[in-house]
């Protein structure tokens, strides 16, 4: 006899399953929470640099790095082998125009002036003997004409004389014809003898002349070899300062070799490096800021140098007249060129790292500045801290500039 067996149901939802569905639940939910806290990043806030976007004219500047030069350079060199006797004054030292920066000697120079000065002194006592020759000589025909004109006036009275006798027979016509010509004779060389004086005072004026242009000649090299002695005293030659001294003492010069070298002190202007990358920006007449880390100082882009030196070009700045205190030959500045203005854009400070013309990803500060979503930014033209801001933000819009290329999530908490 079959005995029929009834299946027991078993009851799905009892209160042990219960409990273990909910805990199934808690532990998905717990690893879930884990898991996105781990991928959770949280940023403190003071050690990041945010930046707001703004709207407005921003100036296009090219920074560079230099120093103040003086505009007015004078380069002192010997004219003469020499040898340093004595060094008065140092690099840095204030000038005028007639300090004596070093003092040279050279014997054979002072013997030079010596023997120069003597022959000069002979010549001038050649000219004194000459002029008491001169005047001799003069003295001598002046003699032999008051002669002649003694003898003329003579003969002219004896003329005069016969000349009254001969109608009455007394004196003959022969003696008579004598005394005419006699009396002729002497006129023409009175006449001779005037113009032999005045020849010969033409002659001895160019003798003096001669002997004058000698004692030119000769006070010109006296001159010439005096001012090279005098010159053995090193002058700065115009107001300024001592910017370079390159001698020691007891060296030996020779001619030409460079002594000091002076500079201006008001007259100045800025020698700056800019960046080879930027310098087709850079043009002549931009208006240009120097900062001497006390002032500021407004010049103008006077020169490009044509040459790169280390992936720099050198620009050459004019500074105005009236400098401040603070300016000084030799001193470091920095420069900032305006090369052109950008009418109503946006921009923002620039982040870390950051070029013009590029796309990057930053994040985005919400309103209540706790969260952070990333958002990509389109940049235009960089300007000193500033770079444009063509796409992805609107004026008011902040940013978190610091570098963050090492985080990849799009949100991020700031604590």
Do not use: W
């Not at 029929?4 to 690893?31: A, D, H, R, S, Y």
């Not at 109503?344 to 982040?351: G, K, L, Q, S």
């Not at 990057?360 to 770079?387: C, H, M, N, P, W």
């Amino acid at each position: 006899m079959d005995i029929v067996k009834q299946k027991t149901k078993t009851k799905l939802i009892n209160p042990q399953n219960i409990f273990i569905l909910i805990g199934l639940l808690l532990l998905i939910t717990l690893i879930v929470f884990t898991k996105s806290s781990l991928n959770q990043v949280n940023l403190a806030k003071k050690d990041l640099l945010f930046s707001t976007v703004k709207k407005g004219d921003l100036d296009v500047t090219v920074e560079g790095y230099g120093k103040l030069t003086s505009d007015k350079l004078q380069l002192i060199t010997t004219l003469t082998r020499a040898t340093v006797k004595e060094i008065i004054l140092k690099p840095g030292a204030a000038v005028s125009s007639e300090s004596i920066i070093v003092k040279l000697a050279n014997p054979e120079l002072l013997q030079k002036v010596e023997n120069a000065q003597q022959e000069l002194s002979q010549i001038k006592a050649n000219l004194r003997q000459l002029r008491i020759n001169q005047k001799r000589e003069l003295l001598d025909e002046d003699g032999r004409l008051a002669e002649l004109e003694s003898r003329y006036e003579t003969a002219k009275l004896r003329r005069v004389a016969e000349e009254k006798l001969v109608k009455d027979g007394i004196v003959s016509e022969l003696t008579y014809k004598e005394s005419v010509l006699n009396e002729k004779q002497l006129d023409k060389r009175i006449t001779i003898l005037h113009k032999r004086v005045e020849q010969l005072s033409l002659v001895h004026q160019e003798g003096i002349n001669i002997q004058q242009e000698r004692i030119k000649q000769q006070q010109g090299k006296l001159n010439i070899a005096q001012d090279r002695l005098d010159k053995l005293n090193v002058k700065a030659g115009f107001d300024g300062v001592l910017q370079k001294l390159s001698v020691k003492l007891g060296q030996s010069l020779a001619p030409g070799q460079e002594v000091a070298l002076i500079g201006s002190v008001t007259e100045l202007i800025a020698l700056v490096r800019v960046p080879q990358s930027q310098i087709q920006l850079v043009e002549v007449g931009q208006q240009v800021e120097i900062d001497t880390r006390q002032d500021k100082i407004i010049g103008q882009v006077v020169r490009i140098d044509p040459i790169v030196t280390d992936n720099t070009v050198e620009v050459e700045i004019a500074l105005p007249s009236s400098l401040p205190k603070s300016a000084r030959p030799q001193q470091s500045v920095d420069a900032i060129i305006t090369a052109a203005t950008l009418r109503d854009v946006y921009y923002i400070e620039r982040p870390a790292n950051t070029k013009e013309q590029t796309k990057v990803e930053l994040y985005k500060l919400d309103s209540d500045q706790s969260l952070a979503t990333r958002v990509s930014l389109t940049f235009g033209k960089k300007t000193g801290r500033y770079i444009e801001v063509r796409s992805g933000a609107q004026a008011g819009d902040q940013f978190i500039i610091s570098d963050l290329s090492n985080y990849t999530e799009k949100e991020i908490t700031i604590n």
